[in-house]
């Protein structure tokens, strides 16, 4: 639900005093600015009813969503040019820690089913924001085999990185394009070729980042 933190008072009320319901299956996020964990509240059973409280502001917006079995992430670049449009081949994102993940196209067996839906729905999210640009929409997906929206970046992103090898037309040639009023290249957009790579984030990754051939190996036997 989407509300006033009175509003998400009284439903979170409902459910503390639920005997068939747990507080720690919700999660209370800020329904402006929010991003990466910022504004992001994950609540606990040993909670009391004022911790809950002290949580919110009756006037500003929150939104209450309840906890999924995440099985797989995957992006999805989307590009929107006027009446052009075209949307990258979803990654297949596995995080190895906070700071590297593994991104692989096309996806893996069990997911490549679902691979034209994703796009459909990834279209669908950039399309609802009514304006050019470029778009980096991340996209979970629960053990039901359903999607759910979980990010969307209106710029260059990380789940877009592997276009800068894989693709004929990377996602900063095509945000070029849009600010630039070009034209999409047709005989550009569609040349995609199998690729797996590794995202470090930051500069003061003190973990181990050498690239891990096994994890390639599972991934080149799951789907190449």
């Given at each position: 639900m989407i509300g006033t933190g009175e509003e998400l008072l009284n439903a979170l009320k409902k459910i503390y005093n639920r005997l068939d319901d747990k507080i720690s299956n919700y999660v209370i996020k800020s329904?402006?600015?929010g991003y990466n964990g910022s504004?992001?509240?994950?609540?606990?059973?040993?909670?009391i009813w004022t911790d809950i409280v002290n949580l919110v502001n009756l006037e500003t917006k929150y939104i209450l969503e309840e906890k999924i079995v995440i099985k797989?992430?995957?992006?999805?670049?989307?590009?929107?040019?006027g009446s052009e449009y075209h949307v990258y081949e979803p990654v297949y994102m596995r995080l190895e820690c906070?700071?590297?993940?593994?991104?692989?196209?096309?996806?893996?067996?069990e997911i490549i089913h679902l691979n034209d839906k994703i796009k459909d729905m990834a279209l669908k999210i950039a399309q609802s924001y009514k304006t050019n640009g470029l778009f980096g929409i991340e996209l979970f997906i629960d053990k039901k085999d359903e999607i759910h929206i979980n990010e969307v970046s209106p710029r260059?992103?990380?789940?877009?990185?592997?276009?800068?090898?894989?693709?004929?037309?990377?996602?900063?040639?095509?945000?070029i394009r849009v600010l630039t009023c070009s034209k999409l290249v047709k005989s550009e957009i569609n040349i995609e070729k199998p690729c797996c790579m590794m995202n470090l984030f930051g500069n003061d990754f003190k973990g181990h980042y050498n690239l891990d051939l096994n994890i390639i190996k599972e991934f080149r036997t799951s789907g190449f």
């Open positions: 329904a402006l600015s504004g992001v509240n994950v609540l606990k059973d040993e909670y797989d992430e995957v992006g999805v670049m989307v590009v929107i040019n906070e700071q590297l993940v593994y991104l692989k196209t096309p996806l893996h067996k260059p992103h990380n789940s877009g990185h592997h276009t800068m090898d894989n693709c004929k037309m990377r996602q900063y040639d095509a945000l």
